[in-house]
């Protein structure tokens, strides 16, 4: 047996017209020290999703994990080891006829005795579709140190400096077109030539979500629409649907002075016309605002409901008018579906001031008059809630 073993990963490279080229040879070599090197193993798992050579999804890597031939048949971690050097030998898929590509992902590395306690663990993303541009293959070393438990990462030569150091107590991400030399070309990860490949930014104080298109490169579409799918607090459900391949979710707000902290996660997939659904692509996290939930100090203002009627397509929170205003503004919003809907006042603190609306409302254009007797000047907020919409707006209270 070699002293050091080492994976093969078959990759297809991309190229501007999404043409098949050469598998690349790129090797993880790992190796031990340490007055308790005899003891240590190395496991290496796919995290999340994972593309195949042509940059699709892929269901045969869904148990992509650290395995070795022995007399073909697919065997289990520990991976076989010699004095003080291990490797992990493959990371076939288990299928009955394993194929040896692999796929690009992000990838889990624990270290130590038992898979279930390792010692330390880390990632390394290897999602990037200018997979031509790094010189010498992709190569990496990994050492690890059982005495000070320090593992050091070298990208570009047999063990030896330049590395990255890792604690025992360190979870990094890293990302190889971050650490690697590239030729001339490359400027960082492109993830653009993976289906469903999901990105989050921030468009008019909102979320906003675009991927890559389903199955463009197979030179059909087959595409109905795209479910996104959102998890905050609790478990993920179905938030939406699109034909596009991107949306704003006006439900949630990047920055509210005085809010409330939290993430939410986001994922998509595609539903065909013949209604089979795809893969996930992957998951991304967002920091959001909610608005401070504590007791109310006015109580709903009565009788300030005006229906003006209208046949609105959409639903539609508007300024308030007059804005400045002293006492008094108007807030209108329509509604396109009977709903259940509530509008509430809140002050800059996020400290609820008064809620206007807490009822069902039939469909159409509505009007709420609010009083501000007995609060203070400055910047307030209001907000539209309903099922399937959630807005927020400010006013000034100039007295």
């Known amino acids: 047996m070699k002293n050091i073993l080492c994976i093969i990963l078959g990759l297809l490279l991309f190229s501007t017209t999404y043409a098949q080229l050469d598998y690349p040879d790129f ?49 289990g971690v520990p991976v076989p080891h010699d004095e003080y050097y291990y490797g992990i030998w493959s990371i076939y898929t288990l299928t009955s006829h394993p194929n040896h590509q692999y796929g690009y992902a992000k990838y889990k590395f624990l270290i130590g005795e038992e898979f279930y306690d390792p010692d330390m663990y880390f990632y390394i993303d290897y999602t990037d579709c200018d997979w031509t541009y790094y010189y010498d293959h992709a190569d990496v070393w990994i050492k690890f140190d059982t005495d000070s438990m320090v593992c050091k990462i070298s990208w570009d030569d ?4 330049p ?26 990860q492109r993830t653009d030539c993976f289906e469903l490949y999901l990105t ?31 998890k905050k607090d609790s478990g993920w459900f179905e938030k939406d649907t699109t034909s596009n391949t991107n949306y704003e979710d006006t ?7 005085g809010g409330v902290k939290k993430y939410v996660y986001y994922k998509i997939r595609a539903i065909e016309l013949d ?10 996290k967002k920091r959001v605002f909610d608005l401070r ?36 503004t108007n807030i209108s919003f329509d509604l396109p579906e009977e709903s259940s809907v ?36 400055g910047v307030y907020f209001y907000r539209l809630s309903t099922k399937n919409f959630t807005d927020i707006k400010r006013m000034l209270l100039l007295k």
């Open 200 to 230: 989050v930014t921030t468009q008019n104080n909102h979320p906003y979500l675009s991927w890559v298109a389903y199955d463009v490169r197979s030179g059909t579409n087959n595409v109905d629409y795209y479910e996104i799918w959102k």
């Open 275 to 284: 209604e089979d659904a795809s893969l996930y692509g992957n998951t991304v």
């Open 163 to 188: 590395y990255t150091r890792i604690e025992q107590n360190e979870h990094p991400t890293l990302g190889i077109w971050d650490y690697k030399d590239k030729d001339e070309g490359h400027s960082g």
């Open 251 to 257: 439900s949630e707000r990047c920055s509210v002075p």
């Open 27 to 75: 090797e993880i070599f790992t190796r031990t020290a340490g007055s308790s090197a005899d003891t240590i193993r190395f496991w290496m798992l796919a995290e999340g999703p994972v593309w195949d050579g042509n940059e699709r999804l892929t269901s045969s890597f869904d148990y992509a994990h650290a395995t070795y031939w022995n007399d073909e048949t697919v065997k």
């Open 293 to 328: 939930q504590e007791q109310k100090i006015f109580p709903l203002n009565e009788n300030a409901i005006t229906i003006k009627g209208g046949s609105p397509d959409k639903y539609t929170l508007r300024q308030n008018y007059p804005n400045p205003f002293n006492p008094t």
């Open 158 to 161: 047999d063990y030896f400096t």
């Open 342 to 377: 509530q509008l509430q006042i809140f002050d800059i603190q996020g400290k609820l001031v008064s809620t206007l609306v807490n009822e069902r409302m039939d469909k159409g254009n509505h009007s709420v008059s609010f009083n501000s007797d007995g609060l203070p000047s």
